[in-house]
């Protein structure tokens, strides 16, 4: 196959790797960069080169603890989740240009077995920024957490709070699809404006400057039936408090604790699943990979219908990383972050 011959030392990687254990907000003294030469591929590696690389608030817990993942070890590559394209190949899996989605880290260059690593088809009229905007982790996070764990019903009152990010601003949206009345809890003005106007959410609290548990009264004059949580903290209690029986939540995120150097109080209201019999689920969306061609043909037709729109806050190059993911902790983006690590072909 092209490409299997060349010699890997012509590459030269470009990488952060993980330096210490954040606390609080990541710092940059969290990572160093470094640079070496591609190794020679030997039987069944490939040669991928990212092209966009996603930022996400998992990152945050992937540098500091175990959790559904192990820790990123000290030292190694930060762990990202990545769009690239193969370049060399001794797989015969992954033929030279083909294009993939994995774990491929926070560097221009990825070496491995293909472990992991699931092809992917260019779609026309749209960029591979498409693969995480709509239709790789945060599509199906949105999908399968809603429909498969929050089981909306017409009519129903859905609450998606950090509404205005990635995740927030899909489920808001299908949620809309299937009917339900659908309130957005998002910071500043401009973030909840988008999510109303542009992609018709009925309503959007901004917790910057509202009285979240108040507003959620006036918004939510049914209750709510279905509450999707990107935040935890005093949000999720907020929320709890207004649930009718029988109701929901998806337990997605809690971006609010992430950089908290104390662990977090438990719900003021947690007794209130008894009384009400609510059901919280956890949700990580690696459990429904094996699943996702279910998803992907529906989120196609509703991207071409203009029913489900997503917005693209990109960053370019690698070398903005560290700094860039501290945008999902200040709240300063909106939509999907992004950080175009080389050009598409």
């Known amino acids: 196959m092209k ?29 160093t960069w470094h640079e070496e030469p591609v190794p020679d591929l030997a039987d069944g590696q490939v040669l991928v080169r990212n092209i966009y690389l996603s930022l996400d608030p998992t990152n945050r817990i992937w540098a500091a603890q175990d959790s559904y993942l192990p820790a990123v070890p000290l030292g190694d590559v930060m762990r990202g989740v990545a769009v690239g394209v193969v370049e060399a190949s001794r797989h015969a899996g992954f033929p030279v240009g083909t294009f993939v989605q994995g774990l491929l880290g926070w560097q221009l260059y990825y070496v491995g077995n293909g472990q992991g690593l699931t092809p992917i088809a260019k779609i026309p009229g ?3 920024l498409l693969y995480h905007g709509v239709l790789g982790a945060i ?3 949105a999908y399968f957490g809603l429909l498969d764990i929050g089981r909306p019903r017409e009519g129903e009152t859905l609450v998606v709070s950090a509404a205005a990010g990635a995740v927030g601003s899909m489920v808001g949206q299908i949620g809309n699809i299937k009917g339900c009345h659908v309130v957005g809890i998002a910071g500043g003005p401009e973030k909840c404006r988008w999510i ?13 400057h509202e009285d979240v548990a108040a507003a959620l009264t006036r918004y939510c004059p049914k209750g709510i039936d279905v509450y999707f949580d990107n935040v935890g903290g005093a949000i999720l209690d907020a929320a709890l408090a207004r649930m009718n029986n029988f109701g929901r939540v998806v337990a997605c ?93």
């Open 253 to 345: 995120g809690a971006i609010s604790q992430y950089t908290s150097e104390k662990p977090p109080a438990g719900p003021a209201n947690f007794l209130l699943v008894i009384s009400k019999r609510l059901r919280i689920e956890g949700f990580i969306v690696l459990d429904y990979l094996p699943r996702a061609q279910e998803a992907i043909p529906q989120l196609l037709e509703w991207i071409a219908q203009g029913r489900l729109k997503y917005r693209l806050d990109v960053v370019d190059g690698l070398e903005q990383a560290p700094r860039a993911v501290q945008k999902l902790f200040d709240g300063s983006n909106i939509g999907k972050l992004v950080v175009k690590v080389s050009d598409e072909p």
């Open 196 to 208: 109303v106007e542009d992609l018709g959410f009925d309503a959007a609290i901004d917790y910057k």
């Open 126 to 128: 749209h960029s591979l």
């Open 3 to 31: 490409g299997i011959f060349r010699h890997m030392a012509e590459y030269i990687n470009r990488q952060w790797r993980l330096a210490a254990r954040p606390v609080g907000n990541f710092k940059d003294s969290d990572f």
């Open 139 to 141: 599509g199906l996070t």
